[in-house]
C-alpha cells in the first residue's frame, strides 16, 4: 500500500533550518510528482512546493520562495524540503502529499516544525 513517512521536524529558532524528509513505499515513487503542504495552527491548508518526477521543475509558494528547496532522490523513494531562514510564521505541522492527475492523492501523517525563541 502507498506509504508516505515524514521526518525532521522539531523546534527551531528564528533564522534557523531544517531539512524534512518524506520516505515513500507502496509505489513508482519515479513516476509521480510531488509537494509538501503546511497547515498553521487554525489555519487551512497552505500549498508549499512542488517537484515534477525527474527533480528538474519545482515551484513554490511566494511565502516560502528564496528560503525553501524541494527536492527528490528517485533512486532512495525520498522527497526532501531544505528550509532555511526560517520564521514564526513558519510554523505548522508539514505534508507531503503524492500528485495524481489533479489534487494530491495520498498524504503523509506530518511532521510538526515550530519556529520560535
Known amino acids: 500500500q502507498v506509504q508516505l513517512v515524514e521526518s525532521g521536524g522539531g523546534l527551531v529558532q528564528p533564522g534557523g533550518s531544517l531539512r524534512l524528509s518524506c520516505a515513500a513505499s507502496?509505489?513508482?515513487?519515479?513516476?509521480?510528482?510531488m509537494s509538501w503542504v503546511r497547515q498553521a495552527p487554525g489555519k487551512g491548508l497552505e500549498w508549499v512546493s512542488t517537484?515534477?518526477?525527474?527533480?528538474?521543475?519545482?515551484s513554490y509558494a511566494d511565502s516560502v520562495k528564496g528560503r525553501f528547496t524541494i527536492s527528490r532522490d528517485n533512486a532512495k523513494n525520498t522527497l526532501y524540503l531544505q528550509m532555511n531562514s526560517l520564521k514564526p510564521e513558519d510554523t505548522a505541522v508539514y505534508y507531503c502529499?503524492?500528485?495524481?492527475?489533479?489534487?494530491?492523492?495520498?498524504w503523509g501523517q506530518g511532521t510538526q516544525v515550530t519556529v520560535s525563541s
Open positions: 502529499a503524492r500528485l495524481s492527475l489533479g489534487p494530491p492523492d495520498y
Open positions: 507502496g509505489f513508482t515513487f519515479s513516476s509521480y510528482p
Open positions: 517537484i515534477n518526477t525527474g527533480g528538474g521543475s519545482t
